[in-house]
């Protein structure tokens, strides 16, 4: 017995009649085999020596002589380049792959099998005498030994054997059912499957399923065919198959250079080789998306199915956002999908994102769209795994498997167990063998540790079947995968050109990304603000844009080029031409009424009918965006505006006040039981309100915005604000509040009016000294209409004049309960900045001044109840302007700068201020007395400071409001200058910045808190702040809360206790001030006093409806208004 290394399998066909005579029909070579089994065959074999090949031929057929052998037959041979061939077997039957023969020789084996079978001498056979080049029917006798005309192959064939293996796993066999198998054949390529859709493999059955061939004039050629042909083969099943990995055979350099023997496919297999793969972050957005739309469509559908059956399930089940967590190749990656509309999701991971668009197949599968390219996907949940298919390749992703529990991953019969019951076992020894599809396959241990088994020996498995337990022999060494923590690759992100980068593309798919988010589609929690912000502003700058009914029209136009009377086409390009050359005009409107005329006239000179309407059809969409602009691109805003809101209402009015499973009840009632998909729709929207909320209140806020509150509001949408205003239960609160504001607001003086009104009486008041002028200053100081949004705008006019008197108007308006004895407002500082001085007396009202009647903290450890503290109210007698005998007079300035470098070259000069004021008014001091000296002195004469600066900066106007920035600032200045606060007895310092257009940020930081920003006072004048009562709230820790509307300051409090204690006591506090102004007789100020206090009590019992409801804060009790 001899070894044979390196060797090819070769075999040679033969046919023998009873007389005698045989034959041979060239050769096969099938040698790409895995366990002795044949994979891919060809023929006829070119590696061998073709004279050696002759001998070949010729022992087969002395064989098949000196046995007398009849009928077709396969001689097989091992050969060893350069030490000859040697003999294997005698297959007595026809092969599967011999159509490789046949395509060589154009002989019909079975039929030639047959016709021996009858009697039929060789020579006397048609194909057989064509073959050798005789004639078809011809009688004579042929020479086989010695012919004539010996017979030479004819191209070459390849035979690809497709088997229900996973070359993953070894060529592992596995069973289930066929959903679909598509192969296209041609003249050259073709094959034959034993199961067909619908069918499938059952796991008693031999495993391979197909087998496919493809001829070619030469190898390479037949190669090349059947590469294009396995690649062009769809099989969707519930097992793998070895279409890939045959792809990756049929390219390896091996193969192509005919350089492999019997072992080389084993060996490939043993080093794990694996066919092609596709990218993997590729791989794990295409998985991502399977599972995240499985997940959410199986929501969907349990939704739906409950709501057939009259059940109304949690609005959690309609949610669209899915956590994914997939493994592969030992990394775990952890992505967010949420469903953005009905083709298309949104992914995250690590902060990085990505939109997909998604189509989905009929046959289950996806289209999946992003960075430019297309993938087909399909995917099949297996045991522990998902299974995915991308464009043809096979990618695996792991579940978290638990290793001590051993699963069979394929349907089989357990044939016997290799160890006992008990037994201990290394890592990757097989404790058990199962037989899968007439082969038996071990099972192998993950890890070491003593086996139990939960099956018994001859038992049926199913995928996933248990068949033993582990109980390892150290936990510690399970491996743990990876976490991925790297990011979607940025060329991912690339702009999907399919929605376009022109201005009325971006308008269309961000109005669709709107109107998906009406309809109840949705982005992860911490990227949906970002986004919406986006869009919301993308949105409204194109509605804006002039130009856009412009790109509309063109594209509408393009699409009718040539379909349309060369006249019409060229009069509408006309119009078009003009507007756009005037679109930076103010007069400048879109000629959509001109352009109706045109096909009008158009249409009008049409006598017959049938071309009439066939024009009209053609020019429908030019039709509609006439109308769409009929009152210019601002009502086309509008009229948008409107049909989000409509939808909204139209969503929202079933299930507002009411408890929800009576809104689904009710919903069905109005839209018919038997169609369900309106009512799935409407709860599906539903299920989307929190973000849907935001929406609404980001488009009511850019209704506000810039003083356009009269001219936005048609009577459609007042009509629909309204309707809003009046939506009932805590989940609507924001929004009804906010229309409600928009429907107050927009009956009062626009930004730009209040602007422009101001403006005009400093003005006429710097050229006159009319009385009258005077006399509007004090209505200035007085109204009760906002004016802390303008003032500080006009404290950088050009005029000098207008600065002085804004800076003097927005004083003495903060300052109006205040005593204040004397104003300079014509001071400047040596750069020319304006600045307002005066010096003033506390309020006897003033918390400073109130007896205080609470005890100390002690006394309240010492009684358990709280104090009560004297309310501005029990008193208003102390409201009088008159000062105490005592006071200490105080100094304030004001100044207004560009910028905080501005604030920091002219801060001496601001100090110099309050320095002078000190020495004028202490005789202990002298002209040549040092700032600390002064502190000295300060602190001798009082306790604590007394005087106060405010400071306004400006924005630029490029750069956006940021509250949290603007405080951080303005506190590294004040730290940085807290010496000269103190030397010259400054006690609080107010800060004012702002931005054209916004209310102001304040910022104020006192003394007493050693120079850090008093919360409680953030975004309020501190000067009207004892009007709060605020002193009164001493026995509770209070926080500042945000509201929509900046008149009213709401607080929440926790009330003080002893230390330890449990704090029960947890209360919403609302303030606002009421400006009361002149009026000539006490009905009329009563009257007006009644109509603010309801207005104010109002919005103060919204705000605290929206804050009740926010879950961030404890339930509380006894709220104050």
């Avoid at 064509?130 to 064939?157: A, Q, R, T, V």
């Amino acid at each position: 017995m001899k070894l044979a290394n390196s060797a090819r399998h070769i075999e040679v066909q033969i046919i023998a009649d009873e007389y005698g005579n045989a034959i041979s029909l060239f050769g096969r070579d099938c040698s790409v085999q895995r366990r002795h089994q044949k994979i891919i065959e060809e023929a006829p074999s070119v590696i061998t020596d073709p004279d050696i090949f002759e001998e070949m031929e010729k022992a087969a057929v002395r064989l098949a002589k000196m046995v007398g052998y009849v009928s077709a037959g396969t001689v097989e041979y091992l050969y060893m380049e350069g030490k000859g061939f040697y003999f294997l077997e005698l297959n007595p039957r026809l092969q599967v792959e011999h159509p490789c023969t046949e395509m060589i020789s154009s002989i019909k084996l079975p039929a030639v099998q047959l016709q021996v079978a009858m009697g039929i001498p060789l020579h006397r056979i048609r194909d057989i005498r064509l073959m050798y080049k005789e004639s078809p029917f011809g009688l004579n006798p042929i020479s086989f030994d010695e012919p004539k005309n010996p017979p030479k192959p004819h191209g070459h064939c390849l035979a690809c054997r497709i088997t229900a293996e996973n070359p993953d796993e070894g060529f592992k066999p596995n069973s289930g059912t066929v959903q679909e198998l598509t192969f296209r054949s041609n003249q050259n390529v073709w094959g034959y499957f034993s199961v067909q859709a619908s069918g499938g493999l059952h796991e008693f059955a031999d495993s391979q399923f197909g087998h496919c061939f493809s001829w070619g004039e030469d190898r390479e050629e037949a190669r090349t065919n059947m590469v294009m042909a396995l690649k062009e083969l769809t099989v969707k099943s519930d097992f793998r198959t070895t279409i890939e990995f045959l792809i990756t055979i049929l390219e390896m350099e091996e193969f192509c250079n005919n350089n492999y023997d019997t072992s080389w496919l084993d060996s490939l297999i043993a080093n794990k080789q694996r066919s092609e793969k596709v990218d993997t972050m590729i791989a794990v957005v295409c998985a991502a998306l399977h599972i995240a739309d499985s997940a959410i469509q199986a929501r969907y559908n349990s939704f739906r199915s409950a709501l057939d059956r009259g059940q109304v399930m949690s609005l959690k089940n309609l949610s669209c956002i899915v956590d994914v967590e997939l493994i592969y190749e030992n990394m775990k990656y952890k992505l967010q999908a949420a469903q953005t509309s009905q083709n298309s999701y949104f992914l995250a991971l690590n902060g990085s994102t990505l939109e997909v668009d998604l189509h989905r197949l009929n046959d289950g599968g996806h289209l999946v769209i992003f960075g430019g390219n297309s993938y087909t996907t399909h995917m099949k949940e297996e045991t522990g795994r998902y299974r995915v298919v991308i464009g043809g390749k096979t990618c695996i992703f792991e579940k978290d498997n638990d290793p001590t529990i051993i699963r069979s991953t394929s349907a089989g019969k357990l044939m016997r167990y290799l160890c006992s019951n008990g037994d201990h076992v290394d890592a990757g020894q097989p404790f058990a063998e199962i037989e899968v599809m007439k082969m038996i396959m071990p099972i192998q241990v993950p890890l070491a540790g003593c086996v139990f088994f939960e099956q018994a020996a001859g038992s049926v498995l199913n995928p996933g079947s248990i068949l033993a337990k582990l109980e390892l022999d150290d936990p510690s060494s399970v491996t743990k995968v990876e976490e991925f923590t790297g990011t979607l690759p940025s060329e991912y992100k690339t702009i999907d050109t399919s929605h376009g980068r022109k201005l009325h593309q971006v308008y269309r798919h961000t109005l669709t990304r709107l109107e998906n988010i009406m309809a109840g589609y949705s982005f992860p929690e911490e990227h949906f603000n970002k986004i919406l912000e986006d869009s919301v502003q993308t949105l409204y700058s194109t509605l804006k844009d002039p130009s856009l009914p412009l790109y509309e029209c063109e594209e509408l136009l393009s699409a009718l080029s040539g379909r349309i009377p060369g006249l019409v086409e060229y009069e509408v390009h006309s119009l078009l031409s003009h507007y756009s050359n005037h679109l930076n005009s103010i007069v400048a409107q879109f000629p959509g009424q001109a352009i109706a005329s045109v096909l009008d006239n158009h249409a009008a000179s049409i006598e017959n009918k049938q071309e009439r309407d066939a024009f009209y059809m053609q020019t429908q969409g030019i039709n509609d965006l006439v109308n769409r602009y009929r009152k210019g691109v601002k009502g086309h805003l509008k009229s948008v505006l409107y049909r989000i809101l409509r939808t909204y209402l139209f969503h929202e009015s079933y299930f507002a006040g009411y408890p929800y499973d009576k809104c689904v009840s009710k919903l069905k009632g109005e839209m018919k039981e038997e169609d369900i998909n309106k009512v799935l729709s409407v709860i599906f929207s539903h299920a989307n309100l929190q973000n849907k909320n935001e929406l609404i209140l980001r488009l009511l806020e850019e209704i506000t915005r810039n003083g356009n509150r009269m001219s936005m509001l048609t009577d459609e949408l007042k009509g629909i604000l309204e309707d809003l205003a009046n939506l009932s239960g805590p989940e609507y609160h924001q929004v009804s509040l906010k229309a409600r504001q928009i429907l107050i607001t927009a009956h009062q003086p626009s930004y730009e009016m209040r602007y422009n009104q101001i403006e005009s009486i400093f003005l006429a008041a710097a050229n006159t000294e009319d009385h009258m002028c005077h006399a509007k200053y004090h209505q200035l100081i007085t109204t009760s209409i906002m004016m802390f949004d303008v003032l500080p705008c006009l404290f950088y006019h050009n005029n000098v004049f207008v600065k002085q008197a804004a800076l003097e108007v927005y004083m003495r308006r903060s300052y109006i309960a205040y005593t204040i004895t004397n104003v300079c407002n014509t001071l400047v500082l040596p750069d020319g900045t304006p600045m307002v001085e005066w010096k003033f007396f506390l309020p006897n009202a003033h918390p400073n001044h109130i007896q205080k009647t609470a005890g100390s903290s002690s006394s309240l450890k010492k009684s358990g109840t709280m104090p009560r503290i004297v309310s501005i109210s029990e008193d208003l007698s102390s409201y009088g302007r008159y000062q105490e005998p005592g006071q200490h007079e105080r100094l304030g300035v004001m100044a207004a700068f560009s910028s905080v470098d501005h604030l920091r070259s002219n801060f001496e000069s601001l100090m110099e201020r309050y320095a002078r004021y000190i020495q004028q008014n202490t005789p202990s001091c002298g002209a040549t007395t040092t700032s600390s000296e002064l502190g000295s002195i300060r602190e001798e004469k009082s306790a604590e400071p007394l005087h106060i600066i405010n400071i306004a900066i400006q924005h630029p106007p490029t750069v956006e409001m940021d509250q949290y920035r603007d405080c951080q600032i303005c506190s590294e200045f004040i730290k940085e200058k807290e010496k000269d606060l103190i030397d010259n007895g400054i006690r609080r310092v107010t800060f004012l910045t702002f931005k054209k257009g916004h209310y102001p940020y304040f910022f104020t930081f006192r003394h007493r808190l050693h120079w850090s920003e008093d919360s409680i006072y953030r975004h309020l004048e501190p000067a009207l702040a004892f009007q709060l009562d605020i002193h009164r709230l001493k026995n509770f820790n209070i926080k500042l809360l945000q509201t929509n509307n900046h008149i009213l300051h709401m607080y929440y409090g926790t009330a003080k206790s002893s230390s330890g204690s449990q704090v029960t006591d947890n209360r919403f506090f609302v303030r606002s001030i009421i400006r009361h102004a002149n009026f000539f007789t006490k009905e009329a100020s009563f009257d007006y006093m009644e109509r603010e206090g309801e207005k104010y009590l109002q919005e103060s019992l919204n705000e605290l409806e929206v804050s009740m409801s926010n879950k961030k804060e404890k339930s509380t009790d006894c709220d104050s208004a």
